[in-house]
C-alpha cells in the first residue's frame, strides 16, 4: 500500500509542476504578443534596416564620398528646353516655307478655282457667240487687268469676255454626254455600257486636248500659264461638238457640213486665244514667228480629227 501512495503523490507532483510551466509560457507569449501590437520594441533587424533605407531615401547604401555631377543637373533642366526650342523653330521655318510654296504653285498653276465661276447669263451668251462665231467679234483678244494687292490682276470672267471660264466646259460636256444618249436611244442602241463609254471618249478627248495645248506652249516657251486655264481653252470645242451632234438626230447628213465649220471656229478660237492671251508678252514669240505660226496652225488643224472624232457616236 505504501509504494501506491508514493507512486500517486509524485504523479501529482508531476502534474503540478506541468501546468505551471505552461501557464507562465501563456503569459511569456500574450506579453510578446501585447508588445508587438502596441508598438513595442520587438522588431525583425531586416525589417528596420529596409526602413532606415526607406526614410533616408535610399542612400544607405550609397557609398559616403560620392560627389554629384554638375553637368548632369544642368543637362538634365536645360536639354529639354533647348530641344523643344530648336525643333519649334525648325517646323516653324519648314512649315512656313511649305506653305509659301503651296500658295506660289497653287496661284500660278491652278490658279483661284471661284474666279472660274464668276459668270452671268449676259456673258454666257457673248461667250458662246465668240466660240461658236470668232469671226464676228470685232473686240479687243486681251484680257483686262486690274491692281490687286500692289499687283496686277485679271478681272474675273463676268467683266471680261475674254477670261476664261469653266461654267461654259462643263456645261457643255454635260450637253455633250445628254445628247450623245438621247442619239443612242433614237437609234435603238441605247445601254448604260454606250453611255459610259461615250462619256469615257469626252473626257479623253478634252484630256488629249489639255495635254496638246499644255505641249504647244511649253515648246513656244510658255510654261506659267495656269493649268485651270488650259483646261478651260480645251472645253470649249464641246460647245459645237453639241450642236453637230443635236442636229445630226434630225438630219443625219448635217453632220457632215456642222463639224467641220464649227472645228475651223474652235480652231480660230484657240489660236487667237493662244496668241494674243498667253502668248503676247513672250519674247520668244518674237524671235521665232515663222516657227509658232505653225504651232498654232498645227493647234488648229487638230481640231478637225478631233471633233469628228468625239461626235462620232458609238454605240
Known amino acids: 500500500m505504501l509504494p501506491n501512495v508514493a507512486t500517486m ?35 525583425d533587424p531586416v525589417v528596420t534596416t529596409a526602413a532606415m533605407n526607406s526614410n533616408l531615401g535610399g542612400l544607405a547604401g550609397r557609398p559616403a564620398n560620392s560627389q554629384a555631377n554638375p553637368f548632369e543637373s544642368a543637362l538634365y533642366g536645360a536639354g529639354p528646353g533647348l530641344i523643344r526650342s530648336g525643333l519649334g523653330a525648325y517646323s516653324e521655318k519648314f512649315l512656313g516655307s511649305s506653305s509659301e510654296f503651296m500658295q506660289t504653285n ?14 452671268n447669263s449676259q456673258y454666257v451668251r457673248n461667250k458662246l457667240k465668240v466660240i461658236l462665231f470668232p469671226f464676228l467679234h470685232r473686240g479687243h483678244w486681251t484680257r483686262i487687268t486690274e491692281p490687286v ?4 490682276s485679271y ?21 455633250y454626254v445628254a445628247v450623245a444618249g438621247y442619239a443612242l436611244g433614237v437609234l435603238g442602241r441605247f ?14 478627248g478634252w484630256f488629249l486636248q489639255v495635254i496638246l495645248i499644255r505641249v504647244l506652249l511649253y515648246m513656244l516657251g510658255s510654261g506659267e500659264a495656269p493649268l485651270l486655264d488650259i483646261v478651260a481653252y480645251a472645253g470649249y470645242g464641246f460647245a459645237g461638238t ?21 472645228s475651223i471656229c474652235t480652231g480660230v478660237f484657240l489660236v487667237k486665244t493662244m496668241k494674243r ?5 513672250l519674247r520668244s514669240y518674237e524671235r521665232h514667228p515663222s516657227r509658232n505660226h505653225y504651232f498654232l496652225l498645227f493647234l488648229a488643224v487638230v481640231q478637225f480629227p478631233m471633233l469628228f472624232w468625239l461626235g462620232n457616236i458609238s454605240g
Open 9 to 43: 503523490a509524485g504523479s501529482r507532483s508531476l502534474a503540478a509542476t506541468q501546468g505551471s510551466a505552461r501557464e507562465r509560457g501563456g503569459r511569456s507569449t500574450g506579453k510578446a504578443a501585447g508588445a508587438i501590437r502596441g508598438g513595442g520594441a520587438v522588431q
Open 106 to 119: 497653287i496661284t500660278q498653276y491652278l490658279s483661284n478655282p471661284q474666279y472660274y465661276f464668276q459668270v
Open 149 to 152: 494687292g500692289g499687283r496686277l
Open 155 to 175: 478681272k474675273p470672267p463676268i467683266q471680261d469676255i475674254n477670261a476664261p471660264d469653266l461654267y461654259i466646259p462643263l456645261m457643255a460636256f454635260g450637253t
Open 191 to 204: 445601254t448604260p455600257e454606250a453611255l459610259t463609254l461615250q462619256f469615257s471618249k469626252g473626257l479623253l
Open 242 to 262: 453639241s450642236l453637230a451632234m443635236l442636229a445630226r438626230i434630225f438630219w443625219s447628213m448635217s453632220y457632215y457640213f456642222i463639224v467641220p465649220w464649227f
Open 277 to 281: 492671251v498667253l502668248l503676247g508678252a
